[in-house]
């Protein structure tokens, strides 16, 4: 059965999902979308049945976000709030029914970004995770990680800085340039902080396409076969939430260290 | 960012609860028209009133594609779009702020439909206290009565036809009220609820509800404003 990071939706049967469910993560124009173009037709050409799926997409509330955010008016928690909507309008419609199915869910961005861009805009982080804890446990989260002195050409030469990418919302006395910057600096310290509490698999984004490609491929390729995953992907754990979890199994307190950290949400629900 | 706690905002908070038919919405009224008479500057919030996310809620009824965690968001969604843009900023200006149904209603509601109370409660923790919290008391048979008599068919979800508890309207929101009214019963003593007994004749339970807002205004400056 198929974990959550707490609480279980009414109606939500975790059993038999034996489909997949695999995350790109990263922040704005780091090439999430470009990489799953190339993964999709890779996994169909292998006869995987793949959902693609992705932020403000649900047929409830992403029309709704769109509208709400081309005028700029919503405050930062009811945007929160509306944003995790449209992620249960998809993962109720969508994910569940597919991993049900026996599909590769492919899926560009979950609730870490969500979470990391509400804590960014001052939401508490307690409160964010706890609102969150009914996501179910991806099989893997592939976060591509990207320094902002390499995300800035890209975004320039690209699309061009985005008012909500920019966190003009929060610094509106600003240029684009000096908002994205601190906005930015601001968001991926956040995934970094995420990335070890949610065990992400880092990948280097700022090697070309064809690069972090081959490597997201052998990583889902791992995952597809069940072979565990290889300790070189993996961010080591910090140091003392090791002692301590080798001190409380020591004195008896097999609760706290049954689940191992990483995947557990400690700072929500006290 | 606030957690659901004491604000320290000029302004006061007034809110009723009950069931449909608990005549809370009369009761809130009166002390409307009371408190402007007596010269605070006095401002209904209505549940449900954002016109942001009123169209994602109306679509969603409509086409009754809500489940219960997608109804419980759309919701706190809409709650946390007024109180980041309407009762927040009237607090801090000063207002006597009065809601018909406040967090308690979406308690009530959404765990009758399946949802983690502790989630629920979680979720709304962005809520101010209010200064007074008044929950309307009654029977379901009466309440029962004085909603049926006065109109005709019940919505979908206002019947909670979406709980699959009865094939007909009617039947399905007495057992879907009755269990609300559960639900209340249980917050009355978590949330320190002052219950007022809706049987009561309706100028008694003014005169209840006004004897414990004058008390809670004691100190509150009144802010003049012209009718």
């Known amino acids: ?270 | 960012m606030k957690r659901y706690g004491e604000h320290r905002f000029p302004g006061k908070l007034f809110i009723v609860e009950g069931i449909d038919g608990s005549g809370k919405s009369t009761q809130l009224m009166l002390l409307h028209q009371w408190l402007q008479a007596e010269g605070y500057g006095t401002v209904f919030s209505e549940w449900n009133s954002s016109p942001l996310v009123k169209e994602t809620t109306r679509r969603g009824k409509k086409k009754q594609m809500l489940t219960p965690a997608t109804f419980s968001l759309i919701h706190a969604t809409d709650f946390a779009d007024r109180m980041e843009h309407n009762i927040i900023p009237l607090l801090k200006a000063g207002a006597v702020v009065l809601c018909d149904r406040y967090i308690y209603t979406a308690f009530a509601r959404d765990v009758v439909r399946g949802m983690e109370p502790k989630w629920v409660r979680e979720l709304y923790s962005f809520a101010v206290k209010p200064t007074g919290a008044f929950y309307f008391r009654v029977p379901l048979d009466v309440a029962m009565k004085r909603i049926l008599d006065g109109r005709t068919g019940l919505k979908f979800y206002e019947a909670g036809m979406d709980l699959e508890l009865a094939d007909e309207p009617e039947e399905s929101f007495r057992i879907f009220q009755g269990r609300i009214l559960e639900e209340y019963e249980k917050m009355v003593p978590e949330f320190d609820l002052t219950v007022v007994d809706a049987t009561l004749p309706i100028e008694e339970q003014q005169v209840q509800m006004r004897q414990i807002v004058k008390a809670k205004l004691a100190q509150a400056k009144r802010l003049r404003v012209s009718p």
């Not at chain 1, 890779?42 to 976000?65: D, N, P, Y």
């Not at chain 1, 989260?141 to 890209?154: E, S, T």
């Not at chain 1, 002692?243 to 400690?266: H, I, L, M, Q, Y």
């Open chain 1, 1 to 270: 059965m198929r974990e959550t990071y707490g609480v279980v939706l009414p109606g939500m049967n975790l059993v038999d999902l034996t489909g997949k469910l695999i995350v790109i993560e990263g922040t704005d124009g780091v090439g999430r979308s470009t990489q799953i173009n190339l993964l999709k037709p890779w996994l169909e050409q292998q006869g995987r049945a793949v959902l693609e799926t992705g932020m403000t997409r649900s047929s409830l509330a992403g029309g709704g976000i769109k509208q709400a955010k081309e005028g700029h008016t919503l405050g930062r928690i009811t945007l929160s709030l509306f944003y995790t909507t449209d992620f249960t309008d998809r993962l109720e419609n969508e994910i569940i029914p597919a991993l049900r199915a026996g599909f590769v869910v492919l899926t560009d961005r979950y609730t870490y970004s969500l979470m990391a861009r509400a804590i960014v805009r001052g939401i508490d982080p307690a409160w964010i995770r706890q609102v969150y804890s009914f996501a179910p446990k991806p099989d893997a989260v592939f976060y591509l990680r990207i320094g902002v002195d390499d995300l800035i050409p890209r975004v320039v030469f690209s699309r061009g800085f985005d008012y909500w990418e920019s966190g003009m919302d929060l610094h509106p006395s600003e240029d684009m340039y000096e908002s994205f910057r601190k906005y930015q600096t601001a968001l991926l310290a956040q995934f970094d902080v995420l990335g070890e509490e949610f065990s992400f698999e880092v990948v280097d984004a700022s090697a070309d396409i064809r690069t972090v490609f081959e490597r997201l491929r052998a990583g889902i390729a791992r995952v597809l076969s069940g072979e565990p995953r290889e300790p070189l992907f993996a961010v080591p754990r910090p140091k003392e939430t090791v002692e301590e979890a080798a001190k409380a199994e020591e004195a008896g307190e097999a609760k706290v260290v049954e689940v191992p950290a990483p995947n557990k949400v400690t700072a929500a629900g006290e």
